[in-house]
């Protein structure tokens, strides 16, 4: 049994494959009496001690006491919420907001996809692998330049939202015994996160980020200006290209980690915030990042003190930063 | 024609070129040469073909039959209709001017905040926008940005300028002065200049050659300014307005 107050038992004594990740048997080992029961880690951080019958409001103090337990959440809550954001301002730039639903939706598809055929094959293939060859080919569909007119790309992102929500949540449904598991993916109610899940995250956010700084230049001139820089030899399509394979990799390890909703909202909520209050495109994305990495880390306290879900609470804190860059944005308008 | 153009090298070629979208040609074959230093006005009244033949000039589109040839690593600046340009990216107008410096895989790399400094500031200086610097481009009026990015192509050390409708937001004062502007860059840099313009006073007195399109009549008429001017094609087109462009 767990309480806010009792020591927690160290992630790494979790048996994180039998909580989390979903098995291909219905009849997986039961919860460690040690650990938080696999109910507790979908809702709030707070809810294993609530369930537990702690019903006082935790505190500052609890979360510290139970910092080993909730380390690795947080760490992954502000790395992806740092790389969406900086990520994130050349999807607003870009005007393609929806874009990044879309594909997240798509990579949440793909973890459930991998559930299904753990269960019908007797092999699980990696979630992560299965959600970045989704999100890759949502993006690979969106990036294609329509030759119709009568349809404008935002409907075929609504199209692939909707058909990849409905399809994860048909899914879900054939896997009862992972069906919280697929909410979780789908709206980023999970409570912890998997060591290999945080050191996918921690590698391909570096990766993602490395890739940002080294395309830096040709991103913005593609984006701001894309004939001039063709016509200066820039090679704007398979920048392009770059840019939506770097969102479709951080997208679906992440939507792996934390969820569908938070991932959405890291990828353009801080992104928002930093271009209302930024004239300059450098100090834009350095910004976001920062709006991005508070987000994580401060929406998984606020979800432990208030006892919220966790990707509501991370995309609400990105809500609230960007609130207070309009704010903020209007006071200097006005000084 | 002077002898000394005689000699001047070319850097465009267009050879029984027909341009058009979607593989559907709009305008008869064009048949002309641009060469280093000579002005170039392209008119023709809207829809006439003058921005896909731009565009396939530049390789942007493909020709619909025939050739382009280009000169051999000529360096091109393009500065397209204010609505190609996205107002949302905020860059100060130093940053703006240091992207007329990259070409090809000249961006990778570690992102530096002053980049080109020197280039930047003295393509500035050169068209009188050194107070515009550090100010958001996109705060800036029409005339500014335009000269903001001219000396985006100075920096660029640019052979070619090729310019859509560059001063189609400005009045008639700020669009001299522009075309002023041009003069003297082309003059100093012997820069080759293509302009799509409407303001055909402004073609007469700057151009030394200019090309009409007309997609409607399927005409292509290249000459000197006022052999295009007198032209039935031309007089056709324009109605009135071809008699002010003949006596300015």
């Given at each position: 049994m767990v309480s806010p107050n009792a020591p927690p038992a160290p992630s790494e004594d979790l048996d994180f494959d039998s909580l989390l990740a979903p098995s291909s048997s219905p009849t997986a080992p039961p919860a460690p009496v040690a650990a938080p029961s696999a109910s507790s880690l979908v809702g709030?951080?707070?809810s294993a001690a609530v369930r537990a019958g702690h019903e006082e409001q935790p505190t500052w103090r609890d979360f510290v006491d139970s910092w080993a337990l909730y380390r690795d959440p947080v760490v992954c809550g502000v790395v992806a919420g740092a790389v969406l954001g900086m990520l994130?301002?050349?999807?607003?730039?870009?005007?393609?907001?929806?874009?990044?639903?879309?594909?997240?939706?798509?990579a949440a598809l793909g973890v459930a996809v991998a559930f299904l055929l753990g269960i019908h094959l007797g092999f699980t293939p990696p979630p992560v692998l299965c959600a970045f060859a989704l999100?890759?080919?949502?993006?690979?569909?969106?990036?294609?330049?329509s030759r119709s007119n009568r349809l404008p790309r935002e409907a075929?992102?609504?199209?692939?939202?909707?058909?990849?929500?409905?399809?994860?949540?048909?899914?879900?449904?054939?896997?009862?015994?992972?069906?919280?598991?697929?909410?979780?993916?789908?709206?980023?109610?999970?409570?912890?996160?998997r060591p290999q899940d945080l050191l996918a995250v921690l590698a391909?956010?570096?990766?993602?980020?490395?890739?940002?700084?080294?395309?830096?230049?040709?991103?913005?001139?593609?984006?701001?200006?894309?004939?001039?820089?063709?016509?200066?030899?820039?090679?704007?399509?398979?920048?392009e290209l770059a840019l939506w394979t770097l969102v479709a990799l951080e997208v679906s390890v992440t939507t792996r980690a934390i969820g569908a909703?938070?991932?959405?909202?890291?990828?353009?909520?801080?992104?928002?915030?930093?271009?209302?209050?930024?004239?300059?495109?450098?100090?834009?994305?350095?910004?976001?990042?920062?709006?991005?990495?508070?987000?994580?880390?401060?929406?998984?306290?606020?979800?432990?003190?208030l006892r919220f879900p966790v990707g509501a609470a991370e995309a609400s804190v990105a809500a609230g930063l960007f609130s207070l860059a309009v704010v903020a944005a209007q006071l200097r308008r006005s000084a | 024609m002077k002898p000394s153009e005689l000699t001047r090298p070319e850097l465009f070629a267009c050879q029984r070129l027909r341009v058009g979208i979607g593989g559907r040609a709009i305008l008869p074959p064009i048949e002309l040469t641009v060469k280093a230093g000579e002005f170039w006005a392209v008119v023709g009244r809207n829809g006439a073909g003058k921005t896909t033949w731009l565009k396939t000039l530049l390789g942007l589109l493909p020709p619909v039959s025939g050739h382009v040839q280009s000169a051999r690593d000529v360096r091109v600046s393009y500065l397209p209709q204010r609505s190609?340009?996205?107002?949302?990216?905020?860059?100060?107008?130093?940053?703006?001017?240091?992207?007329?410096?990259?070409?090809?895989?000249?961006?990778?790399?570690?992102?530096?905040?002053?980049?080109?400094?020197?280039?930047?500031?003295?393509?500035?200086?050169?068209v009188g926008g050194s107070s515009l610097a550090e100010q958001p481009f996109r705060s800036l009026s029409e005339g500014q940005k335009q000269r903001v990015l001219f000396a985006r192509l100075v920096a660029g050390d640019a052979e070619v300028a090729i310019l859509d409708e560059p001063t189609s937001?400005?009045?008639?004062?700020?669009?001299?002065?522009?075309?002023?502007?041009?003069?003297?860059?082309?003059?100093?840099?012997?820069?080759?200049?293509?302009?799509?313009?409407?303001?055909?006073?402004?073609?007469?007195?700057?151009?030394?050659?200019?090309?009409?399109?007309?997609?409607?009549s399927d005409q292509v008429v290249v000459g000197t300014p006022e052999q295009v001017f007198e032209h039935p094609a031309f007089r056709k087109r324009y109605g009135d307005f071809a008699a002010e462009a003949r006596h300015g």
């Open positions: 709030s951080p707070a994130g301002v050349f999807v607003v730039l870009r005007r393609a907001v929806f874009v990044t639903a879309a594909v997240s939706q798509s999100a890759l080919a949502a993006t690979a569909v969106l990036a294609r330049r075929i992102v609504g199209l692939l939202y909707v058909g990849a929500s409905a399809l994860a949540v048909l899914v879900g449904d054939r896997i009862a015994q992972e069906a919280e598991d697929i909410t979780a993916i789908l709206f980023g109610t999970a409570v912890l996160v391909v956010s570096a990766l993602v980020a490395v890739a940002l700084g080294a395309l830096y230049r040709g991103l913005v001139f593609a984006g701001f200006d894309a004939e001039g820089a063709r016509v200066q030899g820039l090679p704007v399509a398979r920048i909703l938070p991932v959405f909202a890291f990828s353009v909520l801080p992104a928002m915030a930093a271009l209302r209050v930024s004239n300059r495109l450098p100090y834009a994305v350095l910004l976001a990042g920062v709006a991005g990495a508070l987000s994580g880390g401060l929406g998984y306290v606020s979800a432990f003190m | 190609g340009l996205d107002d949302l990216y905020p860059l100060l107008a130093r940053e703006v001017v240091s992207l007329g410096v990259e070409r090809g895989w000249s961006f990778l790399g570690v992102p530096r905040a002053r980049r080109h400094e020197a280039r930047v500031e003295q393509a500035l200086a050169e937001a400005m009045d008639r004062v700020a669009e001299r002065e522009a075309f002023e502007l041009i003069r003297k860059l082309q003059q100093r840099h012997g820069l080759a200049v293509l302009v799509v313009s409407h303001y055909l006073s402004i073609v007469r007195e700057f151009a030394d050659r200019a090309l009409l399109l007309d997609a409607d």
